[in-house]
């Protein structure tokens, strides 16, 4: 039963640029220099859990290869999530035949695993031509499926390529479905931003831009391309100006006359703060770091920068809550992406 | 004392295709490098006047490069064009096939400028520096100033030849295309002109600049910037200015931005500042600060040139503090301080304090009789 294969003729699908762009931040237009994969990779996540991502070449057929023998079980045991790489751009009847029988081996020996699909490369496609192959291989994947008598198969599409945000957005959707508790999460943002009249807030795994929580009001990219930009701003002017060390006379002269303190007590908080007002509608957006990997990210309503402060108090509660939160995620699990097309998941 | 408005020719050339409408485009015209995929051949001049800090204006001369263009600019419009030229850039495709030809087309350019602006300031961008592979951009670059800087002397001694053979004929009549073909022939005759007429050959060598530039980096505000900095007027007095804020607020660092482009007019950087091994971050804060300002107006819908947001602050807990924020009409200032919330509140009520010292930064001096 072929799973971990793509196709052998249809291999350049975007597998490894993927996982570049989006956990290594390669730049995506230079993945044109990359090599194709030929062995199965296998990589480790500095992220908020931890992560392993696993790349297995379109080639290789891992459920019924003759030269290789795989524990499947050591692979898919631990996995949350299946990720299928389809290049829209080619043909791609092959590759979706090979992704219905993975899908029903998967129901049948490992039904915890969800098959997330990518019809990816869609940058260079019209807006109706997008849909149109998006609900093409919908069609064909679940007609075929339920043909065999699986219905109901934890099966989702998403749109993507590299050169902008949606590759990002897939993933933090395909990561929210792995993060236990996640609906606590929510829970603390959607309560945050009633009390704090916030529009919109996510929760940002600052390495890889993937959102691994919102609100509960209805998704809208619009908000997610500010919010992600908002944290790549603030990397890049941190770098700039927070990644050198200044000399001693500098911290003995801030630290006298006339604060006479230690810096530590001279700032307000001690992680990465940041406010910014759009001068359309005034209304501002906020950015505060939770942990090293972490950082909330809002946007505010109209007019609420006089209220910053007491936004501020309220926003320190909420990171307190969310700080506590990981703490014992932390130690709960661990979890582990595969990608083979890409598997992602929590281990058990 | 203050100077008045003050307007500047500025030519924009190079052959078809090197990327001068993108560079001008993506500069003051908040394009974003992926837009200019867009944009046409420049059919003969695209004139634009830029208004820089209220008191300067650009007259920006997109001149289309395609060769039927060129020649004409050469012959018939020559002195149309070359005369009053305050500033040339002239941008070369560092992956354009054709590199020898490209280097004569330059040859004739330099000419008829120096024929007929003597005092122009010329850039050379070498431009496209993206598609050089990483370990090959320096010696590439260094390759191609070096050809360029050859050419260049080669141009002026054409001018200087024909000033001393035929001061009595119509320079532009005389056609300076046929004489460029023998480079070694122009070489030989410097040598003897150069220990006889010391005063004239100096006043005809011209002082070249050079960029390795790229619309998709900050390579291309370095170059602008430079380009911009020499045309300000007042600068001096901003430059004293803006030190004594610094000094005032205890800053590291602070930098003025002109509004619609970003370009850096002026900055000041304490002694600790210095100590920042960050050579290029002035450029990186135009890049970066201009890449949000599109994000913004994606997500307002509000046009690109229109102001995007205004007071930017950010707390990087004991490491530093910085605000970005609208200063004078043509203005925004980021300034850079130490960390302390009690520091950070007083700078800012101190920077919008010290605005009036800078108001002359939006227009003219105003005069008793008006404008
Ligand atoms: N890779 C790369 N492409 C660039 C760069 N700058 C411009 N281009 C591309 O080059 C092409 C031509 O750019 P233009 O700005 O129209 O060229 P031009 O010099 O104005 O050409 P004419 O108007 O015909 O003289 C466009 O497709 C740009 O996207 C660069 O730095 N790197
Ligand atoms: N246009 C476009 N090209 C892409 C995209 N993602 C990847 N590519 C290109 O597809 C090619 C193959 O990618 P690669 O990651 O090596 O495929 P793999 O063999 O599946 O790992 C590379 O040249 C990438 O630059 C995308 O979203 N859009
Ligand atoms: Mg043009």
């Keep these: 039963m072929g799973c971990m294969a793509h196709t052998g003729m249809n291999n350049r699908s975007g597998k490894s640029s993927i996982s570049s762009v989006v956990f290594h931040k390669l730049p995506a237009a230079e993945t044109l220099y990359m090599e194709s994969t030929a062995r199965i990779q296998k990589d480790s996540l500095n992220s908020f859990m931890e992560f392993q991502v696993w790349d297995f070449p379109g080639q290789i057929d891992i459920f019924n290869n003759p030269s290789y023998s795989f524990d499947l079980d050591a692979i898919f045991g631990e996995v949350g999530a299946l990720i299928w790489v389809i290049d829209a751009l080619d043909d791609y009847s092959d590759s979706l035949n090979r992704l219905n029988m993975t899908a029903m081996h998967l129901s049948r020996s490992y039904p915890h695993i969800t098959i997330e699909v990518l ?11 997008r849909s149109e192959i998006l609900k093409d291989v919908e069609l064909r994947t679940l007609d075929e499926l339920s043909d065999m008598g699986y219905e109901n198969m934890p099966i989702s599409f998403h749109l993507t390529s590299i050169y902008d945000h949606s590759i990002f957005e897939a993933f933090s959707k395909v990561i929210q479905k792995l ?32 959102y691994i929580a919102s609100d509960s009001t209805p998704e809208d990219t619009t908000s997610y391309v500010i919010c992600s930009d908002y944290v790549d701003v603030i990397i890049d002017l941190t770098e700039v ?10 911290r003995n002269r801030l630290e006298g006359e006339p604060f006479s303190q230690p810096l530590e007590e001279q700032v307000g908080c001690e992680w990465a703060e940041s406010v910014m007002v759009l001068s359309d509608s005034q209304r501002p957006i906020m950015l505060r770091e939770v942990d090293r990997f972490l950082a909330l990210v ?20 909420v990171v307190k809550g969310l700080t506590e939160f990981f703490e014992i995620t932390r130690a709960g699990e661990k979890s582990r992406v595969g990608l083979q097309d890409m598997v992602v998941g929590p281990q058990n | 004392q203050l100077k008045k408005v003050k307007k500047q020719k500025v030519l924009l050339m190079g052959k078809s295709g090197s990327g ?12 974003v490098a992926k837009d200019t995929r867009r944009l046409g051949a420049t059919i003969d001049i695209d004139l634009s006047h830029v208004k820089f800090l209220g008191n300067l204006t650009l007259n920006l001369w997109d001149c289309g490069g395609q060769e039927a263009f060129m020649e004409n600019y050469l012959s018939q419009q020559r002195s149309h064009v070359f005369s009053n030229v305050g500033v040339l850039i002239y941008v070369f495709d560092i992956k354009s096939g054709e590199w020898e030809r490209d280097l004569s087309t330059y040859v004739n350019i330099i000419s008829a400028l120096v024929q007929y602006s003597r005092d122009a300031q010329v850039f050379v961008l070498i431009h496209k520096m993206d598609l050089v592979a990483r370990n090959h951009r320096e010696t590439d670059f260094e390759a191609a100033v ?6 260049t002397a080669e141009a002026c001694a054409i001018v200087r030849r024909l000033r001393l053979d035929t001061t009595t004929t119509d320079p532009s009549s005389s056609s300076s295309q046929t004489t460029l073909t023998s480079p070694h022939q122009q070489q030989q005759q410097q040598q ?31 170059a602008w910037a430079s380009i911009i900095h020499d045309l300000v007027p007042n600068l001096p007095i901003i430059e004293t200015q803006l030190a004594s804020l610094g000094q005032a607020i205890d800053a590291d660092e602070i930098l003025l931005f002109e509004r619609t482009s970003f370009l850096v007019v002026s900055k000041w950087t304490s002694q600790e500042g210095d100590n920042n091994p960050y050579g290029d971050r002035f450029e990186r804060m135009s890049n970066i600060l201009k890449a949000w300002k599109h ?5 307002t819908g509000t046009p690109r040139n229109a102001e995007q947001f205004s007071d930017f602050e950010y707390r990087m807990g004991t490491s530093f503090s910085m605000f970005v924020t609208k200063f004078t009409t043509n203005t925004f200032i980021l300034v850079c301080l130490p960390p302390g919330e009690a520091r950070f509140n007083s700078a800012k009520l101190n920077v919008a304090a010290a605005r009036p010292w800078f108001k002359y930064l939006d227009g003219p001096v105003v005069q008793p009789t008006g404008m």
């Design chain 1, 119 to 129: 019809v990816h490369k869609i940058d260079s496609l019209t807006d109706d031509y």
């Design chain 1, 179 to 210: 993060i236990p508790r996640l609906g606590q999460l929510e829970a603390m943002l959607t309560s945050l931003c009633r009390t704090c009249r916030f529009e919109k807030a996510y929760l940002f795994d600052v390495n890889t831009k993937i």
């Design chain 1, 241 to 250: 100006y927070g990644s050198w060390a200044r000399s001693a006379e500098w």
């Design chain 1, 298 to 317: 809002a946007i505010m309503k109209e007019g609420s920068y006089d209220k910053m402060a007491q936004i501020n108090m309220n926003v320190d509660v």
């Design chain 2, 20 to 31: 001068k409408s993108s560079m001008r485009s993506i500069i003051f015209s908040n394009y």
């Design chain 2, 146 to 151: 070096t050809a360029v800087k050859r050419k």
């Design chain 2, 192 to 222: 003897p002109n150069s220990s006889s007429e010391t005063t004239t050959t100096q006043e005809l060598d011209i002082d070249v600049q050079y960029f390795a530039t790229s619309i998709w980096d900050q390579s291309l505000y370095k």
């Design chain 2, 295 to 299: 994000t913004c107006s994606s997500f």
